[in-house]
C-alpha cells in the first residue's frame, strides 16, 4: 500500500539519509543484566530490544522434557509502552508468529544433545519498537546466548529487506515500514552460510526476491562482525562486571 | 596463562584452524576444519581447546563436588549440585553401614556435603558417592559460589594458586569442580580469602594475575 | 514437524533410502501434487464457504461477512480476519483450546496471501467511511491433517472467497445480495527440503520426517504475495531461490487447473 503523498527518496537518499543498502546504527552490548545466565542489549535504529537467557536448566512442567537433548523456548514480546498506542500486555498472535519463527531461526545451531532433559529459555523483550524488531531480537539473542555459554555451532544473525517507491532496499525504518509494498526478513548462520529464517509479507516480483535476498545477506554479515566485537568487548580487559 | 599476553577471545562458529587438529571442550571439527564452539578463551597448548567464559556445571565422572540436600526419597539422599541435573547418593555409598530409616541421623536435608561423582548415565542420572573422601558435613565455615569456569584458574597449575590463598589467609579452603567453595577459619581471615577469590573470578584471564593476589592478600593481613 | 523421535527416525531413513531412487512412498514425482479436490458453496449459513481436499488432509473454509466498525487508522476500508483451528479430532496431535502457535502461524500465512495479492479491493468494502465497513471472517477449520494444511487452507480461503456472495439484504444495506469482487487468485506452494531434494506438498509422513519446509505465495501475474519458512532446519541460498522459483511455477498450474474454473463459475 504505497501512500501517494509520500516520496521516500531524494536524490537517490532515502528518508533519513542512507543509501539504498545501508544499515541503520546498530549498538550491541553483552552482559547487561545480573540474574540471567547470559544477556544482550541492542538498538537498531529505534529499536531497543532486550535479550537475556536462563540455562541450559530443568524444564517445568516435566512432560515438556526431551529424553535426549535440550528442548529452546523463545518469548518474543513488546512491552505495552514500546509503540505508539499503547499495546494490551501479554502474547497478541503477532507475537505467537514471531516467537515461533524466532526459535525455529535459533534452535539449529544449539548443540542441544549435550544438556539432555533441560531447556534453554531465551526472552526477548523489545522496549522501543522502530520496524524490524523480530530481526534484532535474533541478533540479541544469539549474542545473549553466547554470553550464557550456551555451545553454538555459531552465531545467528538476522537483517531484513524491504522494498519502498518500488525501489528494493535494506533495513526498513518505521516509516518506510508503514508505507512500503514488501518487507523480507531473514536470519543466516554465518559461519555455514544457511539460512535459517525467512519471510515475505507484501508484494514482490521473482527478481525483486532475489535483490532483497542478496542485500539481507550482505547487511546480516555486517552485523555478525557487530555481534563477535560485543562479545569480545566484554572480556577485552579481561575484567568481568562493573563497567 | 600468566606469560604476559592478553588470551584470545572467540565465539561460536569462529575458526580456530583449516587442518583437522586434536580437539578438547568448547571445539569442534566440520569438513576438516576447527571452530569454536562457545564463548571462551582459545588454548592451543595441547589439543585446540576453547575455555567457556560462562556456563552451566555439567558433572563428570570423578569430579568432586559440594552439594546441599534437598530431599531423601527411599534409600538416596538427593543433592542439589549447582548444576541442571541433580544427584542422587544412594545408602550404600555412605562410609558405613547404615538403615535407611537412619539416614537423616547421619545427613539431613540443608547439609552441605563433599562428594565424589561415581557416574553419569546417558539420561542424566548422577550418582554420588562417599567413599573416596574423608566424609563430613560440611559446617562452621563460609560457602562460596562462583562459575565453574572459573575454578581451574582459582586451582592454578598443580595447586599453585589456591595453595598460595590458603597460605596467606590462613584458610582451610576446599574448592569443588561444580563451582561451591568451601572456607573455614577466623571471620577476618575467611573475608580475606573470598575476597581474592572474588578477585581471582574477575581477573581470570588477565596477565599477571597471581602476582597481584599475593600482593592483595599481603597488604591485607 | 517431530512427534515420535523413533519412528521418524525409521521414516526418514525409508525416506531417504526412496529418495536415492528419486521416489516417495506414494510413488509421486517430486514437484507432484497429491489429488486435489474442491467443493464450493457447502455450508449454506456462510457468505462463501469450501471443503478442500489435498491427498488425505481435508479442510473446510467459512467465509462471514457483517458489517462492522473498521480500524481507526484505515476508516474507509474493509477488514479481514483470518482465523485457523486445528481442532482435535483433525489429529491425535491436536489439543482442544485456543490456537496454538502452529494455528496462529497458519492463518496469518494464509491470511498473508489474500491481504497481500489485492485479491480483495478492501476500498470496495466501505459503507460509512468512519464508521460503517464489511468484515470479512475466513474461518478456516481443519477436519483431517493428511500433511500440507497451509496449502489446502490457502486453497479453501481463496475458493471460498471466489464464490462468497456478500448478504446485503439481511443487513439492510441493499436491495439486492452481489458477489464479492475478487481481483486475484493468489496460491500457496509449500514443499519439504530433504536431503537438499525439495518435495512439493509434502503429505504428513514427509512434513514429520522434514526439517525445513517453505510456503510460497504467488499471484496471477506470478508475482509473491508471501514466503514463509517453516522449521529450525537450515536451507542454503540457492535452494530458496529455487524453491520460490518452483513455487510460482507449480502456482501458476494449480490455479489453472482449480481456480479459474471457479471464476467461471461464479
Known sequence: ?243 | MDAGKMPRIVVPGDLLSEEPAKVGEGAYIEDGKVYASVYGVLDKKDRIRVIPLAGKYIPKRGDTVIGSVTEISFSNWILDIASPYEAYLHISEYPRRIEPGEMSKYIRVGDLIVATVLDVDWSMMVELTLRENQFKVLRGGRLLEISHTRVPRLIGRGGSMISMIKRESRCSIFVGQNGRVWLQGKPENMKLAAQAIEMVVREAHTPGLTNRVVEFLRANR | MDDNDILTEIHRDQMYNLLQRKEREDGRAFDEYRKISIETGVFERAEGSAMVKIGDSMVAVGVKMQPGEPFPDTPDVGVIITNAELIPLASPTFEAGPPGEDAVELARVVDRGVRESGAIDLKKLCLVEGEKVWLIFIDIHILDHGGNLIDASALGAIAALLTTTIPNRRYGIAEEDEPLPVKDMPVSVTMIEFEGNLLVDPDYLEESVASAQLTVISNSDGSLSGIQKLGSGPMRVELVEEAVKLGIEKGKEIREEHLLPLMKTA
Open chain 1, 1 to 243: 500500500m504505497v501512500d501517494g503523498v509520500h516520496t521516500f527518496f531524494k536524490d537517490g537518499l532515502r528518508l533519513d539519509g542512507r543509501r539504498k543498502d545501508e544499515l541503520r546504527p546498530i549498538k550491541i552490548k553483552a552482559g547487561v543484566l545480573k540474574r540471567a545466565d547470559g544477556s544482550c542489549y541492542l538498538e537498531h535504529g529505534g529499536n531497543k530490544i532486550m535479550a537475556a537467557v536462563y540455562g541450559p536448566r530443568e524444564v517445568h512442567p516435566r512432560h515438556l522434557q526431551h529424553p535426549t537433548r535440550a528442548i529452546v523456548r523463545y518469548r518474543y514480546n513488546m512491552a505495552s509502552f514500546s509503540v505508539d498506542e499503547r499495546k494490551r500486555p501479554g502474547p497478541d498472535r503477532r507475537s505467537v508468529e514471531i516467537s515461533k519463527i524466532s526459535r525455529e531461526a535459533m534452535e539449529s545451531v544449539v548443540l542441544k544433545e549435550q544438556f539432555p532433559k533441560t531447556v534453554v529459555d531465551v526472552f526477548i523483550e523489545v522496549l522501543q519498537s522502530d520496524a524490524g524488531t523480530r530481526a534484532a531480537g535474533i541478533n540479541a539473542a544469539a549474542v545473549a546466548m553466547a554470553d550464557a555459554g550456551i555451545p553454538m555451532k555459531g552465531l545467528v544473525t538476522a537483517c531484513a529487506a524491504g522494498k519502498i517507491s518500488g525501489e528494493v532496499v535494506l533495513d526498513l525504518c518505521k516509516e518506510e515500514d508503514n508505507y512500503g509494498e514488501a518487507d523480507m526478513p531473514i536470519a543466516i548462520v554465518p559461519r555455514t552460510g544457511e539460512i535459517t529464517m525467512i519471510q515475505m509479507d507484501g508484494h514482490m516480483t521473482f527478481d525483486e526476491f532475489r535483490e532483497g535476498l542478496e542485500l539481507a545477506l550482505k547487511g546480516c554479515r555486517q552485523i555478525y562482525e557487530l555481534q563477535r566485537e560485543a562479545l569480545i568487548e566484554r572480556y577485552k580487559s579481561g575484567v568481568e562486571g562493573e563497567e
